[in-house]
Antibody, heavy 126, light 110 residues
Framework: QEQLVQSGAEVKKPGASVRVSCQAS????????VNWVRQAPGQGLEWMGW????????VFAQNFQGRVTMTRDTSTDTAYMEMINLRSEDTAVYYC???????????????????WGQGTLVAVSS | QSALTQPASVSGSIGQSITISCTGT?????????VSWYRQYPGKPPKLMIY???KRPKSVSDRFSGSKSGNTASLTISGLQSEDEADFYC??????????FGGGTKVTVL
């Protein structure tokens, strides 16, 4: 079945960087954008951005521009999210999710997400 | 972008109906019929319950329904059951290839 499997939990110090992986299976990896969403402890979902696995093109939410990169390895059907200069406020569970797109106004736009990865806890603490 | 506005909590008794609102702006909910709703149990990833405002994935019970009026979308759960106790999030396409989530609503079954 279609699924996304993420890498394990990470503990990092402030100022460090982290890379989270998300391996797809059960579908053609390059046919669907991969989005990243994070959830701080006890908080809601925050959309971070997306990457097109075929082209490598990316779009980021304003809060993450300049500090997050999204890449992929099509030989292993794996997407990566790297965040630099970590702060304590970045402590969260990070999810990858496959996006289904729709056409609106002649262009492809984000519709809904599914499946989701199981989540990766990134804890930032000195 | 600012998060969509949802009530922090909604509660109801077994068998009742509840409605969760999700208020956005003319730039997101008001401009696109691309509102989704997700249910999340503690420690689990979200699961899609409604997409394109009113559509339900095949695996989702018809007790869940969605609607939209102007800048506000709503999720109604009818015949409330104990397993409906969870967090619910709305999301909307927000233009310029971006997406925004609501702050989440905790549903309590009394």
């Amino acid at each position: 079945q279609e699924q996304l499997v993420q890498s394990g939990a990470e503990v990092k110090k402030p100022g460090a960087s982290v890379r989270v992986s998300c391996q797809a299976s059960g579908y053609n990896f390059t046919d669907f954008d991969v989005n990243w969403v994070r959830q701080a402890p006890g908080q809601g979902l925050e959309w971070m951005g997306w990457m097109n696995p075929k082209s490598g093109n990316t779009v980021f939410a304003q809060n993450f521009q300049g500090r997050v990169t999204m890449t992929r390895d099509t030989s292993t059907d794996t997407a990566y999210m790297e965040m630099i200069n970590l702060r304590s406020e970045d402590t969260a569970v990070y999810y990858c999710a496959r996006a289904v797109l729709s056409v609106s106004g002649g262009k492809y736009v984000i519709n809904w997400f599914g499946p989701w990865g199981q989540g990766t806890l990134v804890a930032v603490s000195s | 972008q600012s998060a969509l506005t949802q009530p922090a909590s909604v509660s109801g008794s077994i068998g009742q109906s509840i409605t969760i609102s999700c208020t956005g702006t003319n730039s997101d909910i008001g401009s696109y019929d691309l509102v989704s709703w997700y249910r999340q149990y503690p420690g689990k990833p979200p699961k899609l319950m409604i997409y394109e405002v009113t559509k339900r994935p095949k695996s989702v019970s018809d007790r869940f329904s969605g609607s939209k009026s102007g800048n506000t979308a709503s999720l109604t759960i009818s015949g409330l059951q104990s397993e409906d106790e969870a967090d619910f999030y709305c999301s909307s396409y927000a233009g310029s290839s971006t997406l925004v989530f609501g702050g989440g609503t905790k549903v309590t079954v009394l």
